[in-house]
Every structure is written in structure tokens, then in C-alpha cells.
């Protein structure tokens, strides 16, 4: 049973590209959260996707968007990237109606913003 | 102020010694999770928190609700334990799903 996977691990972008990160969730997982983790530091909160929509947002611009397909798999896209988008970037699937249910993480794409 | 607050930021410790990690939070959870998470970036879930405390291995997690803080301990460490620990919660708030506030994690290195 294949866990959390995303794509691509590692990419270079140049200052005002656009950039498109994918994940797969653990098989039977219905709710993909995607995590900014800037060096040095915990993950931050970007969005939520259940049932192909935006359940819940944290503090990020609207540069970054989301989309969920409807086999829950899922797509980060950051618009007119900044150096400060360098981060690695997380997602991770759960099951939404069963609380403190276990959170499974993919390993995260490296970007890298020059 | 951070949802959840973690120390120490960094700690070095000798092979065969007892670890502790703390953890403490200010808003009400559902549960509490410790992560670690190796250099190359994968997370991996080590316990799930709503009281009391759990064991795996040389591993033990301890919660106390009352006073919104948790402990994880590492018995007789190893190099292969070195990582990043976080700790992170998931609110008791139905409405927010199941997002996670993170601790920005303790880097842990053991030294042969």
C-alpha cells in the first residue's frame, strides 16, 4: 500500500515563474493538506482540500492555489513565485470525520526560487 | 505567539543517554502527534496524544491535558535517532478539519 506521494522532489524556478506541485494520498484518504516548511522551521498551514474543494486556508496569499481531483489526489500551483516561496513543501492525507486520525506525510518537493 | 511552543531547539546528546523533549500548547486539541522528520525531509507519524501516555520501543510520549504540555522521552539513544522532533496538535474545533498547528521542531543529534 503505497503512502503519501508527491512530484516533483526537487525543482529550480526562476522569480516570477509559476510552479505545479502533486501529491497522491495514502489509498482511502479523502482530505489532502498541503504544509509550507521554510528551513529551520515547522510546516505552516497553506489549505485543505476535501471533496475537490477548499475546506480551510491559512495565512498565504492568494498566489497559492489548490486543486483536488476526484481521486483525491491533489495539485499546489504558486503563482509569480518570490525567493521567499524557497521551501520545502508538504502534503499530507487524512481521513476528515475521524478525529485525531492519524496524518500521513509524503516526503515533500524541494523548491528552490532563484 | 505560536500555538505551540518547543524545547530545546536543539540538543546534543551521548549515546546511551535519556532524552527529553517537551511540548506545550495553547489551544484546546483533540489530539496531540509527534512527528520526526529525517534530513531528507520525510515526516513520520511516532505517537497520537488524548491522555496519558504511550509507549513503542525506546519511545514514550506522556500528555497532560490539564496543563496543556507534553513530554517525549528517548530511553538509551542511538545515532539512528538523530532528527528533527515536532510536535503538533490538532484542534478540538470541528470546523478546522484536521488541520495542524507545528512546533517549529527540536533538532536532536546523538553522538556515538
Known amino acids: 500500500d503505497a503512502g503519501v506521494t508527491q512530484s516533483p522532489t526537487h525543482l529550480i524556478k526562476t522569480r516570477g515563474q509559476q510552479v505545479t506541485l502533486r501529491c497522491s494520498p495514502k489509498?482511502?484518504?479523502?482530505?489532502v493538506s498541503w504544509y509550507q516548511q521554510a528551513l529551520g522551521q515547522g510546516p505552516q498551514f497553506i489549505f485543505q482540500?476535501?471533496?475537490?474543494?477548499?475546506?480551510q486556508r491559512g495565512n498565504f496569499p492568494d498566489r497559492f492555489s489548490g486543486h483536488q481531483y476526484p481521486n483525491y489526489s491533489s495539485e499546489l500551483n504558486v503563482n509569480a513565485l518570490l525567493l521567499g516561496d524557497s521551501a520545502l513543501y508538504l502534503c499530507?492525507?487524512?481521513?476528515?470525520?475521524?478525529?485525531?486520525?492519524?496524518?500521513?506525510f509524503g516526503e515533500g518537493s524541494w523548491l528552490t526560487v532563484v | 505567539k505560536n500555538e505551540v511552543e518547543q524545547s530545546p531547539q536543539n540538543l546534543t546528546a551521548q549515546e546511551g543517554e535519556f532524552i527529553t523533549i517537551n511540548c506545550s500548547y495553547s489551544v484546546g486539541i483533540s489530539a496531540l502527534h509527534w512527528l520526526q522528520q529525517h534530513p531528507g525531509g520525510g515526516i513520520v507519524s511516532l505517537f497520537m496524544l488524548s491522555s496519558g501516555k504511550k509507549k513503542h520501543g525506546r519511545l514514550i510520549a506522556t500528555i497532560n491535558i490539564q496543563e496543556k504540555h507534553s513530554s517525549l522521552h528517548i530511553t538509551a539513544s542511538h545515532p539512528r535517532d538523530s532528527a528533527v522532533y515536532i510536535c503538533?496538535?490538532?484542534?478540538?474545533?470541528?470546523?478546522?478539519?484536521?488541520?495542524?498547528?507545528f512546533g517549529t521542531g527540536t533538532s536532536l543529534t546523538v553522538i556515538p
Open positions: 503538533a496538535v490538532s484542534p478540538s474545533l470541528r470546523s478546522t478539519g484536521n488541520q495542524f498547528y
Open positions: 482540500y476535501y471533496e475537490e474543494e477548499e475546506r
Open positions: 489509498s482511502g484518504h479523502d482530505t
Open positions: 499530507a492525507s487524512s481521513l476528515l470525520d475521524r478525529s485525531g486520525n492519524t496524518i500521513y
